[in-house]
């Protein structure tokens, strides 16, 4: 008996063997280095994943199947990979995988981001693109930007020390233009009940901002290792329906709300400006299965909780990087001194005449890409990559943080360095700077977050004086841990109004 527990054993053992390093090589499978699976278990909560596999991709080669935990992942870490990846295999890897708080909060799979590849989809991708995210949608969308940019500079203006906390100025300026896009007010504080029970009593402001932060900083360990559920590894689970409850409440009254106020545009002269809500109910006249409350709640939630941090954390960088840089900062003040002038605010008009600010941006991006991982993606069915077959199932992960930092591809890629753009400014970079990702699962609203970085950033340059609060880097520039790429510790920074525009503040 003893000799054949033996044998088993061995057996076992040689099946392991071949299966790990045989099986890959007869089914023509991506590389696989096993010590890289432990490395990563290893480091998943200490630096940025992003840069952990840039780590293992630089030693290993930069198309790698891994393992976390029993989930086969597929990890592309340059240009070359991307632009095939992208330009043959889209449609393959136009899926979701289903993440444990992609689920929760994908409202049964009515946001954008985590709907799978289908009807639902293109609906939603269709409905974002062409109807509600481009920036003519809502007739009076610059006035309300124009607005909120001047209720920004006007507490700034009194502001007695002069000393700010950027990152809350800059998540309060994102959070009311999109209400005020969506909804037409800046603001919505509800008491919410549910089921009977009171519950927990929080603005659709703190919802949008916890909401990105539990699906991106918050690992879900129980998707990679399955076997741990089963001792009870239940309370991310338990957090993320929670918190969405209370999203879907708040966003129920919300809609109730604008149901009794909104008017009936089908009695009204084109000329009345509707928000996207209430374009979204009247569509739900003619087409209730597509534009469902719950798909309308569903559509605006995923937008608003995906395009709040990022849209701030990227401004947050930026301002980050100008106030540890001040001849770049002085520099980009010059540029809109001599075009703009001191009579008048920067306007979205003039942004295509600022190359120098648009340089700073599209720097900014390159090295602190606020989703370094992109959204996970997932492979429908089998398919080739770089001669390599890759199983249906697997999951797909781009490192854009590793592309933009490529020494292959950027000249001193750790450099802050916004004149590396100032010849090819109006050029597309291509499958080299994929900030928003590419193809059809690629950010909707990236033109709309661009707009809006470049209106706050230049109106900012414009009217005030920056500087450090210390000699040291400002604040330190390092990373939050997690799936986005947010600064660890919020910015501060003094700012003093320009002797040369007071008079045009004074009139906010």
């Known amino acids: 008996m003893e000799t054949l527990h033996f044998y088993i054993l061995l057996l076992g053992l040689a099946w392991s063997i071949f299966n790990k390093y045989f099986v890959p090589k007869l089914r023509n499978l991506p590389p696989t280095p096993l010590s890289a699976s432990a490395v990563i278990l290893l480091r998943l909560f200490k630096q940025p994943l992003c840069r952990t596999l840039s780590q293992i991709s630089n030693q290993h080669g930069p198309i790698l199947l891994l393992r976390f935990g029993f989930r086969r992942v597929l990890l592309v870490s340059s240009s070359s990979a991307a632009e095939e990846l992208f330009s043959t295999n889209d449609a393959v890897f136009a899926n979701r995988p289903k993440l444990l708080p992609g689920k929760q909060f994908g409202c049964n799979y009515t946001t954008l981001a985590w709907a799978p590849h289908g009807h639902v989809w293109r609906h939603l991708r269709s409905v974002s693109c062409l109807e509600i995210l481009p920036f003519h949608r809502v007739p009076n969308q610059q006035e309300s930007f124009n607005e909120e940019i001047k209720v920004m500079l006007g507490r700034l203006l009194n502001?007695?020390?002069?000393?700010?906390?950027?990152?809350?100025?800059?998540?309060?300026?994102?959070?009311?233009?999109?209400?005020?896009?969506f909804a037409g007010k800046r603001y919505c504080r509800n008491n919410m009940t549910a089921k009977g029970e009171v519950m927990e009593s929080i603005s659709l402001q703190e919802y949008v901002t916890r909401s990105f932060r539990m699906t991106t900083e918050e690992t879900d360990v129980g998707y990679f290792m399955p076997i741990l559920k089963l001792?009870?590894?239940?309370?991310?689970?338990?957090?993320?329906?929670?918190?969405?409850?209370?999203?879907?409440?708040?966003?129920?009254g919300l809609i109730e709300e604008i149901k009794r106020t909104a008017p009936d545009f089908s009695d009204i002269s084109g000329d009345t400006q509707e928000t996207v809500i209430e374009f979204l109910l009247d569509k739900q006249k003619t087409d209730p299965k597509n534009y469902s409350d719950q798909k309308i709640r569903g559509l605006v939630l995923g937008l608003m909780s995906a395009g709040t941090t990022t849209s701030s954390g990227i401004m947050e960088w930026a301002f980050s990087l100008l106030l540890s840089h001040p001849e770049v900062l002085k520099k980009a003040q010059d540029e809109i001194d001599n075009y703009i002038g001191n009579d008048r605010f920067i306007d979205q008009s003039d942004i295509d005449h600022l190359p120098y600010l648009r340089c700073i941006v599209k720097e900014t991006m390159r090295m602190y890409p606020v989703a370094p991982l992109l959204v996970p993606h997932e492979s429908s069915r089998e398919c080739r990559v770089s001669g390599y077959n890759v199983p249906k199932g697997t999951m797909l992960m781009v490192n854009v943080w590793a592309i933009h930092n490529d020494p292959n591809v950027w000249t001193e890629p750790t450099k802050f360095s916004p004149e590396r753009f100032e010849k090819t400014i109006n050029e597309r970079d291509g499958f080299k700077l994929m900030p928003f990702g590419y193809g059809r699962r690629s950010c909707p609203g990236k033109h709309m977050a661009t707009r809006m970085i470049h209106l706050t950033l230049g109106s900012l340059i414009h009217c005030f004086d920056w500087e450090r609060v210390s000699e040291k880097m400002v604040n330190g520039m390092t990373e939050?841990?997690?799936?986005?790429l947010l600064k660890a510790q919020p910015l501060v920074a003094r700012g003093r109004p320009r002797l040369k525009m007071e008079k045009l503040l004074s009139q906010i």
Do not use: P
């Open 159 to 181: 502001t007695q020390e002069k000393t700010v906390e950027l990152r809350l100025m800059f998540l309060d300026l994102v959070f009311h233009v999109m209400m005020r896009m």
């Open 480 to 484: 939050k841990t997690g799936m986005a």
């Open 231 to 252: 001792f009870g590894l239940k309370s991310l689970d338990q957090r993320c329906k929670k918190l969405q409850e209370i999203g879907d409440s708040l966003m129920d």
